[in-house]
């Protein structure tokens, strides 16, 4: 027999209501709450590595840099549209409307964001910081942010914009094809 405070003995002790205060149920929360953009970053990465080691298999096979960075840069761009169509948006529109949005979007975010930011920084560190590859790192890293902002605002506005509505969750499945 248990007695708690009020002297009333008997039962099981009692327990704390769940307030979803204990660290399992606030990390539960934040990733059910921010799953789409969790997919993204997992895609981000994984686009990455694979546009890294396509690079390198391509130059190893003794294909010129410059013509190995398009290719793996452009199996990336299609690596980087089917993974987050399926995978983090979970878009069930035609992929037909889809493809010509998301290049537009891709190759803005690459070649006109980026350069710009970088610029930008690049312009205003250069006066405070003499070191060329710290102010270069530090504008490629303020433009990567930059373009990776950019590409989930308008991924997630504008070319993948049929997601089931049962998917905020995060735990739908994605579409058959």
Do not use: C
């Amino acid at each position: 027999m248990s007695s708690d405070d009020s002297g009333v003995t008997g039962g099981p002790p009692a327990q704390a209501a769940d307030t979803g205060a204990e660290p399992q149920g606030i990390l539960r929360r934040l990733l059910v709450r921010h799953a789409e953009k969790l997919r993204f970053g997992l895609v981000g990465v994984a686009n990455t590595a694979l546009d890294f080691a396509l690079l390198f298999v391509f130059v190893a096979l003794g294909v010129n840099q410059y013509v190995a960075n398009y290719l793996s840069t452009s199996l990336s761009i299609v690596f980087s549209f089917v993974m987050n169509r399926r995978f983090t948006f979970r878009s069930e529109g035609s992929k037909r409307r889809e493809i010509v949005p998301f290049i537009l979007v891709t190759l803005t975010g690459l070649w006109v964001l980026q350069p710009v930011l970088i610029w930008l920084v690049t312009t205003g560190l250069r006066p405070m910081v003499p070191q060329d590859y710290i102010v270069l790192f530090a504008g490629k890293l303020v433009a990567t942010v930059g373009s990776l902002t950019w590409n989930y605002l308008l991924y997630s506005r504008v070319v993948f914009t049929r997601r089931p509505k049962a998917d905020a969750d995060g735990a739908g499945e994605p579409p058959a094809e």
